[in-house]
């Protein structure tokens, strides 16, 4: 990730690849920090408005505001339909 300098670099990664963000955040050069939270593969809405507070203060992105607490709303898959 050498090539990420001197650019800011936000990595989001699930628990079962913390070997994976591990290597990345040792790679990355600059200043960096490593969050965990306790969420599945799709991160819950700590990790979602910290992202947004990253972006903001990192590219100056609208930050997070009350509306954000809740995490993205996606709506979720349809269901499979039934096979003939």
């Not at 090539?3 to 290597?23: D, E, I, K, L, M």
């Not at 505001?65 to 096979?83: F, H, L, N, S, V």
Request: proline content about 21%.
């Amino acid at each position: 990730m050498s090539f990420s300098s001197p650019t800011p670099t936000c990595v989001t990664s699930p628990p079962s690849r913390r070997s994976g963000a591990f290597a990345l955040h040792a790679a990355a050069t600059g200043p960096k920090e490593v969050r965990w939270y306790d969420a599945p593969h799709a991160l819950n809405p700590a990790a979602y408005v910290d992202q947004l507070r990253w972006l903001s203060q990192t590219v100056g992105t609208t930050p997070p505001g009350p509306e954000d607490e809740a995490g993205p709303q996606i709506p979720p898959p349809p269901a499979p339909r039934p096979q003939p």
